[in-house]
């Protein structure tokens, strides 16, 4: 049977036919799985289900693991997927002798626990749901009846399982706690001069723009890491339901990615709020000089997510109109930055400097080299359209797997990013102020504007004025 993976670099002659010497792709069709120059590209459920499944001498191609796995919950329940695992694993070769059946479960033992491990340790979150949970658990017992060595490997499996899990609520716990904190002590603009007095001013506690980012990169480093792959599926699988098997993706969120999206939308108005709130302009500028010598760190460090967010937080409205600040600032780091995520050609000159950070990344000797955190509305943005472009099943009903390798080297290329150990020293004063320091609302925002640098016209002059009445009110 011709190779699963995608990746193989191996040229094979015989897999090509020449016409008028140009080389032809040769289709092969193997038990509902369809090849093409010794590719996997579609497939039947069934056959797709049945590949995953290891056998004496047989055991799936690692890529074709992942891929299957991360794709295949749009066509059913992960819990039904595994149902039909341990059925073709065990139960579908039964022959009723306990002596051959004892022998052929302690021969096969081994696969069945490296194909769990695999899941386990890439698609934790599936096992959040409690018949997964009772699947795992079964498949040890079952096992234990030919192999004490796989059952205690399934229990040590189970272990490292649980930790994970229990890790995973606590962080949800902490960001929960963290966020509702900072929604519970919003800037109300009512008296500017007040607000400037407040002990957190950035300034006051960190005025080294190299350590802010390093404090910056913590954060998006440990987002991006409770961030499970299933997620980017999942959350575009979320937009049809009549598209989904069951009900599972309706009743589940995206919450790690939803909350990752969020931290970025923080950032932008927490940067916004900081170059607003003081009431002089020399003290203004001094906060904008910071964040832009912030926003370059970002960039060198290879944080383009906390770039982007300070960019966006600085191109807002209220900020970019405060004209008598900016000519206070020379501008020419800040220009080359947002010439260099420029949203122009499609993003052309970020994704070129991404590249340069995935290659560095590749070579790397040192864990700083190491990091690189994409911005991530962009991501999500290349891997919407992806699905968009591409159907997923066939018109003859087969899954269209070419559009799930690409999608899978996608995922795997921010999982290879994702389990980067952040290198920096923690600032726990800073990276609480990051985390839940009220930052103003959309309106606030504008008020302080006008407050700092009046209004220029008559509808700015109204603005100003509708706005000051209605936040009087708060």
Not at 121 to 139: G, H, I, N, Q, V
Not at 324 to 331: A, F, S, Y
Not at 419 to 447: G, H, W
Request: glycine share 2%; proline share 5%.
């Amino acid at each position: 049977m011709p190779q699963t993976t995608p990746y193989s670099s191996k040229f094979n002659p015989s897999t090509y036919s020449s016409s008028h010497g140009h080389r032809q792709p040769v289709e092969e069709n193997y038990g509902g799985l369809h090849y093409r120059d010794n590719k996997l590209v579609s497939g039947s459920l069934e056959a797709l289900i049945q590949l995953l499944v290891p056998t004496v001498d047989y055991y799936p191609d690692r890529s074709y693991i992942f891929t299957f796995l991360l794709s295949s919950r749009l066509f059913l329940h992960p819990f039904e997927l595994m149902s039909r695992v341990c059925y073709f694993c065990v139960d579908h070769h039964r022959v009723g002798d306990p002596q051959t059946d004892k022998k052929r479960i302690r021969e096969i033992a081994p696969k069945i626990v490296q194909l769990l491990t695999e899941w386990t340790e890439t698609f934790p979150y599936d096992f959040r749901d409690e018949r997964m949970m009772r699947s795992l658990k079964e498949m040890t017992h079952r096992l234990a009846f030919g192999d004490e060595l796989s059952r205690r490997a399934m229990q040590r499996l189970i272990q490292r399982l649980l930790r994970k899990l229990t890790t995973l609520g606590q962080y949800e716990e902490s960001l929960a706690t963290s966020t509702a904190a900072a929604m519970d002590r919003p800037l109300v603009l009512k008296s500017k001069q007040q607000l400037v007095r407040r002990d957190e001013c950035v300034l006051n506690l960190c005025d080294d723009p190299f350590v802010f980012a390093q404090q910056l990169t913590h954060i998006e480093m440990e987002r991006l890491s409770y961030i499970g792959p299933e997620e980017f599926v999942r959350a575009f699988a979320q937009k049809r339901p009549s598209d989904n098997h069951k009900s599972f993706f309706s009743k589940r969120k995206a919450s790690n990615l939803e909350a990752y999206v969020e931290w970025f939308n923080r950032l932008s108005y927490l940067i916004a709020t900081e170059i607003c709130m003081p009431v002089k302009k020399k003290h203004r500028a001094r906060v904008l000089e910071f964040f832009i010598d912030v926003a370059q760190e970002c960039f060198n460090i290879g944080n383009f997510n906390s770039l982007m967010a300070i960019i966006t937080g600085m191109n807002m409205n209220p900020v970019s109109r405060l004209k008598k600040t900016w000519n206070k600032v020379n501008t020419d780091k800040f220009d080359i930055l947002v010439h260099q995520m420029d949203p122009s050609s499609n993003f052309y000159n970020y994704r070129t400097a991404l590249r340069g950070a995935t290659q560095r990344s590749s070579t790397a000797h040192t864990s700083q080299e190491m990091i690189v955190i994409p911005f991530f509305s962009l991501f999500i943005k290349d891997i919407y359209f992806l699905n968009e472009g591409c159907v997923n099943r066939l018109p003859n009903g087969n899954i269209n797997f070419e559009k799930f390798w690409v999608l899978a080297k996608q995922v795997s290329e921010f999982l290879s990013w994702r389990q980067v150990i952040c290198p920096f020293e923690r600032d726990r004063k800073t990276l609480q102020y990051l985390i839940s320091a009220p930052v103003f609302s959309e309106d606030e925002l504008q008020l302080a504007s006008y407050e700092s640098e009046g209004p220029e016209n008559n509808l700015e002059r109204d603005t100003r004025r509708s706005l000051r009445s209605s936040l009087s009110r708060m």
